[in-house]
């Protein structure tokens, strides 16, 4: 599966992204799907993840900020970020899994090329 990550961008502190990631072919249903994000010079870290049963995982910093769907249909899924701050600055990866949902990178067997997200204060 191939992964098209967009919808990055420059917002102040406070403001709001939605992010999106299209995925090719006829299996996207079956894949769990997630978004990690690295800051410059830190290490790429979970930030959440949704099962093929749409179960939705946060990392403690983004819970009750940023929201994970999917739309099977259209082969996409999103990450709505919302009261975003400085620290959500980073470069954001989907990623897939065919296989359990998970939080750990290594779990993941494709990837997207990244979108960037600044956040200025």
């Known amino acids: 599966v191939q992964l098209q990550a967009s919808g990055g961008g420059l917002v102040q502190a406070g403001g709001s992204l939605r992010l999106s990631c299209a995925a090719s072919?006829?299996?996207?249903?079956?894949?769990?799907m997630a978004w990690f994000r690295q800051a410059p010079g830190k290490k790429r870290e979970f930030v959440a993840a949704i099962s093929q049963t749409t179960s939705a995982y946060y990392s403690d910093s983004v819970k009750g900020r940023f929201t994970i769907s999917r739309d099977n249909a259209k082969n996409t899924v999103y990450l709505q970020m919302n009261s975003l701050k400085p620290e959500d600055t980073a470069v954001y990866y989907c990623?897939?899994?065919?296989?359990?949902?998970?939080?750990?990178?290594?779990?993941?067997?494709?990837w997207g090329q990244g979108t960037l997200v600044t956040v200025s204060s």
């Open positions: 072919g006829r299996t996207f249903s079956t894949y769990a």
């Open positions: 990623a897939a899994n065919w296989g359990i949902v998970s939080t750990t990178e290594g779990r993941y067997d494709y």
